[in-house]
């Protein structure tokens, strides 16, 4: 079974709400957690790094009040997009920084209407 | 930023025939990984290279790391429709490990017709 389990895989939410994705590891411990979006046709680009207990790393651009990321515990990152609107519609997906470089999450498709 | 190209950005061939695919990159790397992904999911891993390493070969793929170039090749032989997705290469930095930051190439889609 799944290894890292990611939710919701699908959502679609109205412009203005906020969405919260959640990516847990199961039978390990994952201190670091990276997120990544991709957009359709397009490649994964890396937004965040989330570390566990501390503030998360945002990559360039990406704006850190409208991707709040919690790294509470040793098995649970969040990736909460507030304030969604239409152009952050696109699959959003987990990797933890442990375990092994098979682990992902099977994804987010968030579509914004 | 994206770390690299990918070549072709879409490939069409027949079952039964080989397809390649070609990465660059563009910094000093520790490993370079290929991920496949169907439509719309998830990615499989398919194969780890590292930096010190110039070839290796699980089941029908191949994949061969030219550092000096910065480029990659990912070989899948004898190839079957269930093939058909698209084709990520992804490099950690030199200095990292295999489980750290990953940057993506651009993908190659692969169809395969039966």
């Known amino acids: 079974g799944a290894v890292v389990s990611q939710h919701p895989s699908r959502v679609i939410c109205k412009s203005g709400t906020s969405v919260k994705i959640e990516c847990r590891s199961l039978d390990f411990q994952a201190t670091t957690m990276f997120w990544y979006r991709q957009f359709p046709k397009q490649s994964l680009m890396l937004m965040a790094t989330?570390?566990?207990?501390?503030?998360?790393?945002?990559e360039q651009g990406v704006e850190k009040d409208k991707f709040l990321i919690n790294h509470a515990s040793l098995t649970l990152s969040t990736l909460t997009v507030t304030s969604a609107h239409p152009e952050d519609s696109s699959f959003y997906i987990c990797?933890?920084?442990?375990?092994?470089?098979?682990?992902f999450g099977q994804g987010t498709r968030l579509t914004v209407v | 930023s994206q770390q690299g190209e990918e070549d072709p950005q879409a490939l069409s061939i027949q079952e039964g025939e080989n397809a390649t695919m070609n990465c660059s990159y563009k910094t000093s790397i520790n490993n370079l990984q290929w991920y496949r992904q169907n439509s719309g999911r998830g990615l499989v891993h398919l194969i780890l290279?590292?930096?010190?390493?110039r070839e290796k070969h699980s089941g029908r793929l191949r994949v061969t790391l030219d550092t000096s170039k910065k480029s990659s090749s990912l070989l899948i032989t004898a190839s079957r429709a269930a093939d058909t997705a698209s084709y990520f290469c992804?490099?950690?930095?030199?200095?990292?490990?295999?489980?750290?930051?990953?940057?993506f190439g651009q993908g190659t889609i692969l169809t395969v017709h039966p």
């Open positions: 992804a490099t950690g930095p030199a200095g990292g490990t295999s489980y750290g930051k990953l940057t």
């Open positions: 989330s570390n566990e207990g501390s503030k998360a790393t945002y």
């Open positions: 990797r933890p920084g442990q375990g092994s470089e098979a682990f």
């Open positions: 290279i590292r930096s010190n390493e």
